[in-house]
């Protein structure tokens, strides 16, 4: 009889979980536990909303397991002693995961796996949160990639290398053997992830978390948007992408279980464009390029990648502040911007295109920097990613890999018209803007009585574009280096 503690973190599913098949294949008995450490997390601990998710998704994790005879144990931290303790307790001689990629983490889980070895206990870590790990793709010189097109190009042959050997997905098992006394665990409110003031309950209705919740999404866009992805994707008002971001970052669906189940449609559904599947998988792309780029460059969690933007003059706290607060009640008087900060609050969600414009209106208008906007999704997010926000925020600040040249400033009221026609999206998020029509939706000061309910416009938009440009002007003319003197030294995750 051996037993095994599966530790679980950001992988919270039963399928396509590499650590916990392994502790089944090696062991008769496995303890799946959960470690509330957010303090090992640093600067970077979950946000409001992700522990809200969390909160759900242990929920139904723990459901999960019960329905295989199982049951999921909750500690606080820290993680060390709570995995030695429980070891002791139980008598497991081994601890199972599945890696993860910030620098935080990684820091942690390296020293917490010597630690368990000098313990005399076996530590396993296993992959699965991205497609490829981020040591596994190199440029031809071995380094990593600072650029999109050509990791893509690495990951689009790695994957269909794995599909074509037909990996497929390994499915939940249907029985997890437990010792018949388990150690105690404590009830989850004790972890207190809920907020005392109880604006969650609006904003999570709109979503089911874990991992069932997470298979319906994936099936429900299957069967109704991924036939049109690449075409609808950018329009907010249509519901046109997965919405899988909360369940990725979570782990409650492994990224290979998408790819797997798109492909497969793919090829059972000739009628299907594969464009539309190949724009649907490159967005997963992404997503493993923001992870190896954090991994590989870990000050840029804080810092841009582009060295020449340390010197950028963003403006001063001082007279940002009021702008700042506008900016994240949605009441900018600028439509578009509104309306995603306003869906952001009520959902806990906003839709990409959506980010990219307040994003860009909040450095490039109100030249606030980055780390101002990314601090507030990391906040209010329920998809709220150290990779992917970090790439997203430096993506449109112009300063990170691969990111959008700064000069190319969105102008909010044209991306509006382009991107939401009909003002659904707008008329969705802002009522006070029903009674307009036509183009002064988009831009309400221009109607002959712009509504007395929605505030006018905190700048002039394009006196702001010049501003932001004389500010580029100061920094662009230094060399730009790239920043690879900061990259982590050649070594694994644990
Ligand atoms: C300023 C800014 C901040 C962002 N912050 C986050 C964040 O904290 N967490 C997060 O998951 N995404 C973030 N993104 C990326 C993107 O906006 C979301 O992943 C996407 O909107 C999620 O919706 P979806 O699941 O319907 O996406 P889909 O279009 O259905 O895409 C499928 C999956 O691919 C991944 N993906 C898609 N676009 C991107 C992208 N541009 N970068 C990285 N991964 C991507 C996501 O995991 C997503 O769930 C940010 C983008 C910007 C511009």
Not at 119 to 125: D, F, H, I, K
Not at 150 to 167: E, I, M, T
Not at 295 to 301: A, R, V
Not at 427 to 451: D, F, I, T, V, Y
Request: aromatic share 10%; proline share 9%.
């Amino acid at each position: 009889m051996s037993l095994a503690l599966v530790w679980f973190r950001r992988d919270l599913r039963l399928a396509d979980n590499a650590a916990l098949c392994a502790a089944l294949a090696h062991h008769t008995q496995v303890l799946p536990v959960f470690v509330w450490a957010p303090e090992e997390e640093a600067r970077w601990a979950p946000g409001a909303a992700s522990r809200v998710w969390l909160h759900h998704s242990l929920t139904a994790l723990d459901r999960a397991l019960r329905a295989r005879g199982s049951a999921l144990i909750l500690r606080r931290g820290p993680s060390l002693n709570s995995l030695l303790a429980l070891a002791r307790e139980s008598g497991a001689r081994a601890v199972y995961w599945n890696r993860l990629y910030e620098p935080a983490v990684v820091a942690r889980d390296t020293a917490l796996k010597s630690a368990l070895r000098a313990a005399g206990l076996a530590a396993e870590s296993h992959p699965g949160h991205a497609l490829a790990e981020p040591w596994e793709l190199k440029t031809s010189a071995g380094t990593p990639y600072r650029v999109f097109t050509p990791f893509w190009r690495a990951l689009d042959a790695h994957w269909r290398a794995r599909f074509a050997a037909g990996r497929a997905p390994r499915p939940a098992p249907r029985a997890i053997p437990s010792p018949n006394r388990s150690p105690e665990s404590l009830p989850l409110p004790a972890l207190e992830l809920l907020p005392r003031v109880r604006w969650d309950r609006a904003p999570i209705a709109h979503w089911q978390p874990g991992e069932t919740g997470a298979q319906a999404r994936l099936r429900e866009f299957l069967d109704r948007a991924l036939a049109h992805y690449r075409r609808e994707r950018d329009f907010p008002a249509v519901p046109a992408t997965s919405r899988l971001s909360p369940h990725l970052h979570f782990g409650e669906i492994s990224p290979w279980t998408v790819v797997w189940q798109v492909q497969t449609a793919q090829v059972a559904d000739p009628r299907l464009d594969s464009a539309e599947a190949e724009g649907f998988v490159r967005q997963l792309g992404w997503r493993d390029f923001a992870h190896h780029l954090l991994y590989h460059f870990p000050h840029t969690q804080d810092e841009p990648l582009d060295p020449a933007f340390a010197d950028f003059p963003w403006a001063r706290p001082a007279d940002y502040t009021a702008e700042l607060a506008a900016w994240q009640r949605g009441s900018t008087g600028i439509p578009i911007v509104d309306a995603g900060l306003r869906e952001l609050w009520a959902t806990g969600y906003l839709h990409n295109r959506v980010r990219m414009i307040v994003a860009s209106f909040l450095t490039k208008h109100l030249l606030v920097p980055w780390q101002e906007g990314a601090r507030w999704f990391w906040d209010t997010l329920f998809d709220a990613d150290l990779a992917n926000n970090t790439l997203g925020w430096q993506w449109v600040a112009g300063c990170g890999a691969d990111a959008a040249p700064y000069f190319r400033i969105f102008n909010p009221v044209l991306q509006s018209k382009k991107f939401d026609p009909e003002a659904r999206y707008l008329k969705r998020w802002l009522p006070e803007l029903q009674a307009l029509n036509g183009e002064a939706l988009h831009a309400p000061w221009l109607a002959p009585s712009p509504p007395g309910a929605y505030p006018p416009p905190i700048c002039d938009l394009a006196a702001r574009r010049e501003r932001a440009l004389a500010a580029y002007a100061r920094i662009k003319t230094q060399p730009r280096s790239g920043g690879s003197a900061r990259r982590r030294s050649d070594r694994r995750a644990e």
